[in-house]
């Protein structure tokens, strides 16, 4: 086709997950092309939070201090708030995390950053990385081979050794390759967000938020701060999209609003659905294209870029031949199980939201904010000790992202530096010793750790039996690295 390389990776969809993928691909030095049907990225603001672990996954990018000063606008706007109108509502005290401050758990403080201000930060940083990125660029079909996957564009071919399929929640690819979901379906009733502008600076000025409850009657619904003071969004229950919205934003708001302007209407339905497998060959499915949440838990996106990180390391690994085709396997063993957790979750938050009652079986937040999810099967060789599910306990347990500890005393360099794009190894003993053994972490590129044992040299083969074991050791891996047989 007129002008397109043919790249080791095609990334199908340019959103937060696609553009990540790419982004990630590059760190690892492959070469990618992205291709999205749309010319542009996404129009609404969608997802605002993102999460700690998040933004580590951007720090190691490089990306995180641009992504911060995007996000300066909503600095400072945590707090939720709640009243009749906008103009009648009070801000609500800030939630405190139980166990730990956000600034203790991770090198990187969590942003809220409107997807639409976002999207185009990545899309520029990828194409600055190498990323053959195009946009206007449907993909029509895929083939497989045994050797390569061609894509149909619409003015011919495109020939790649992987694609990773980030092509929304609707994915063309997973339903092409009969990749059934399971899950729960809808939750609630549908919504609509209403995008709109209009200068509310004087009217939350000391009452910042970054959600704010509109209890009215006749229009209720939930007003997210964009930029926290011209754009806006309201998410209204009920899925008409033809109402008199100018009219229902001033009851909602209780304002005059002589500047307003609405500029798009998006209807939506929270969902539960987690795709029964992420790969098929040499695709692999990944974002919302694996998994849709409710938005309660902020988890969508961040489950995704958190996808693409895991992935992006093994399809390097076994592009460089340094590892078998068999390391790709562990992807969806370890993303799925990741992918379904994070999406129930989402539910039970939503559940427990509209009841008003607390679930015993939802996690500590930062479980799903900061990567405390374990890993309990895939490339890393289990040390039988288990992360608590609903808590958040770091303490370098096998499969685990590694805890995060300054290795200096200016706290600029974390744990959490030392790996990626390369693996690396964490010495015991002072004061990174976690679990207090004196026994070192073997960290995989995605901070996660792979091996818990004695000795770096018993670190150093561990990785090599992990990468040609294929990635999956299922066997006690400890044992076998003991006595020296890998
Ligand atoms: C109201 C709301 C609030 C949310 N808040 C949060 C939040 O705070 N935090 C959070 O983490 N998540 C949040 N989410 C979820 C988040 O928006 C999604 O999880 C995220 O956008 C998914 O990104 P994606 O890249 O996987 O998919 P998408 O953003 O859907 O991107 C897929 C892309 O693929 C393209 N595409 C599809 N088919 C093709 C094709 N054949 N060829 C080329 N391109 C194609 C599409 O055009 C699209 O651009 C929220 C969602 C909603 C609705």
Known sequence: MSGLRTPDVLVVGGGLVGLTAALVLRHHGVSVTLVERRAGTSPQPKARRFHMRTMEIFRELGLAGLVHEAARDLAGHDHMAA??????????????????????????SPCLLAQDALE???????????????????????????????????????????????????????????????????????????????????????????????????APGGLASVDGRYRWVFMSPGGETGRDWPARLRQALGVPLPDLEVLSVLPWQAEMLVADRYSDGRVHLAGDAAHVMPPYAASGANTGIADVHNLGWKLAAVLRGEAGPGLLDSYDAERRPAGWFAADQSARRTDSFKRGTPDPALAHPYVLAAGGFQYTAGALVPDGSEEPVLDFAPAGRAGTRVPHRWLDDARTRSTLDLAGPGWAILPGGNRVDFAGTGECLLLRPDHVVAWRGRGAGEAAKVRAALLAAGGCIEVDGRAAADSGTV
């Open 83 to 108: 009243g009749r109108t906008l103009a009648e509502a009070r801000q609500l005290p800030l939630w405190q995390p139980a166990g730990g401050l956000a600034a203790e758990v991770s090198p990187e």
């Open 120 to 218: 185009p930060l990545l899309r520029a940083a990828a194409v600055d990385a190498g990323a053959d990125v195009r946009f206007g660029t449907p993909l029509a079909g895929l083939e497989q081979t045994a050797g390569e996957v061609v894509g149909r564009l619409a003015d011919g071919e495109i020939r790649a050794r992987y694609v990773v399929a980030a092509d929304g929640a609707r994915s063309g690819i997973r339903e092409a390759l009969g990749i059934t979901r399971s899950g729960r379906g809808a939750i609630g009733g549908p919504s609509v967000n209403v995008y709109f502008t209009a200068d509310l600076g004087e009217v939350v000025r000391g009452r910042e938020f970054n959600l704010c409850q509109i209890e009215h009657p006749d």
